[in-house]
């Protein structure tokens, strides 16, 4: 069973195919070794890992559409997220939006973490020093422009029907909100999520947090040694 099964646990995707084995490429052109590591790649993830924030994260609780799920994985892997929390009560996990061709590849360069429900995801979290904010809008909600992106924040979306849960929205810091100019009210949880990401993404440019690195040199070395392989 895959660990993305287990509560609490980071997900390991499939163990990739091997590419000296190839049947579409020619006798002559198959690679020599199983995982090359060509200068060129190994300096682009080790660039990326440099680049991951830790301390920015998303958690998604009973998203059920693979396509959301897979546009939310490209938007984390584009914002340089490195971990997303997973809580299904209510709904299946959509396995298919961790395959390659629904992901854009991005399943693979960003952990998912599943909980049995909010509470455990929330502790998680806490244990870590974040600050939890559910997008739901309330008499107090914040603005996601005013919010402070810069420390350690995870940002909770709900089911594409029913939002966030109570729960959820209750047991968080607090709530934000995406301004709206038209008669509709909200958008579709993975351009929400891509916004969002967006806007912590430029505020933590602007902090040089995407200048140094926020994994050691521990972490970075272990990740890389996974990603050569993918």
Known sequence: MSTRDQPGNVSRLPVPADRTKN??????????????????????IDAVLNRRQSTLTVVL?????????????RSCDAAGVLDI?????????PGAAFNRTSSGSAAKWVRTYTHESVEACYEVLRDRDFRIFATAL????????????????AIVFGNEHRGVTDKAVDLADGTVGIPMQGMVESL????ACAVSLYEAMRQRRAAGMYD?????????SGLAAEWIRK
Do not use: W
């Open 188 to 191: 579709n949880i993975s351009v």
């Open 212 to 220: 140094r690195p926020q994994l050691d040199s521990a972490q970075r």
């Open 23 to 44: 049947p579409s490429v020619p006798a002559d052109e198959a690679k020599t070794s199983r995982y090359p590591r060509t200068t060129r790649r190994q300096e682009r």
């Open 138 to 153: 309330r008499d107090d909600t914040n603005d996601l422009y005013a919010l402070d992106f810069v420390c350690p924040t």
């Open 85 to 93: 929390h997973l809580v299904f009560v209510h709904d299946q996990l």
């Open 61 to 73: 609780e009973d998203v059920h559409d693979p396509h959301n799920m897979s546009a939310v994985l």
